[in-house]
C-alpha cells in the first residue's frame, strides 16, 4: 500500500473540494517567504491572500506608541481575514516573522472564486471565525497572564504552527510580540528554562 502525501502543507487549502480548488488553483502563485516581507498594511488596500505552507505571520496592531501582535498564521491558515469578510483593507499589518514558502492568489481572483462557490466561501469563512476565536483569547491572555504564562502560551502557538520545537526567533521578535521590553523577554525565558519547560 502507498501513501500519498496531501498536495498542500496548508490546512485550508487541503480541506477544499476538489472543485472548490480547481476555481481557485490557476490564480495560485508559489512564494518565498522571507523574514519581514510585508503581507499587510494597515490600513492600505489588501493586494494578495496568502495561504503559509510553512513560516509565520503575525498580525500586529499598532498605535502611535505601541506595536503588539494580536494574531498568528502559520501553515493551518490563511492572510487577508478581511477580504473574507468583505472588506478591502485592514486595521493591522501583518509580516513575515519565521521565513518559509506559501502559495498567493490575488484578491480579485479570490473574491470571483467565492462568488462561484458558497462552499468555498464558507471553509474560507470557518477559517476567519477560528482566527477571531484566536485573536479573542490573545487579548484575553494579553489582559490576565503574566509575562511567563504569555511567553508559554505564545511559544505552544509557534511550534503548532510551524510543526516543529525549533521556534528560531530573536528577543527582539518576542519583545514585539508579547509587547514587552528584550529585558522581559530574557527573565520569562529564564523562569521557563528553569522550570524545565
Not at 480548488?21 to 492600505?44: C, F, G, M
Not at 501553515?75 to 506559501?102: C, K, W
Not at 482566527?131 to 490576565?144: D, E, I, K, M, V
Amino acid at each position: 500500500m502507498t501513501s500519498t502525501s496531501p498536495p498542500f502543507q496548508n490546512v485550508v487549502l487541503n480541506s477544499l473540494s476538489a472543485s472548490d480548488l480547481k476555481l481557485i488553483q490557476p490564480s495560485l502563485e508559489s512564494d518565498a517567504l522571507p523574514v519581514r516581507h510585508l503581507i499587510e498594511t494597515a490600513n492600505k488596500p489588501i493586494k494578495r491572500v496568502y495561504f503559509l505552507e510553512d513560516g509565520l505571520a503575525s498580525v500586529i496592531a499598532t498605535n502611535r506608541s505601541h506595536r503588539l501582535e494580536v494574531g498568528l498564521i502559520g501553515r493551518d491558515g490563511m492572510t487577508g481575514i478581511s477580504v473574507v469578510l468583505g472588506q478591502d483593507t485592514s486595521p493591522n499589518e501583518t509580516f513575515i516573522q519565521v521565513a518559509g514558502t506559501g502559495h498567493s492568489i490575488p484578491v480579485q481572483a479570490l473574491r470571483t472564486a467565492m462568488d462561484k462557490s458558497r462552499s468555498l466561501e464558507r471553509a474560507l469563512l470557518a477559517f476567519a471565525h477560528s482566527f477571531l476565536n484566536q485573536t479573542s483569547r490573545t487579548a484575553l491572555s494579553n489582559g490576565t497572564a503574566t509575562l511567563e504564562e504569555r511567553l508559554a502560551r505564545w511559544l505552544l502557538l509557534a511550534s503548532d504552527q510551524l510543526g516543529s520545537d525549533d521556534v528560531p526567533l530573536t528577543h527582539e521578535f518576542l519583545s514585539l510580540m508579547l509587547g514587552v521590553r528584550r529585558a522581559g523577554v530574557t527573565v520569562a525565558l529564564n523562569f521557563l528554562e528553569k522550570r524545565g519547560i
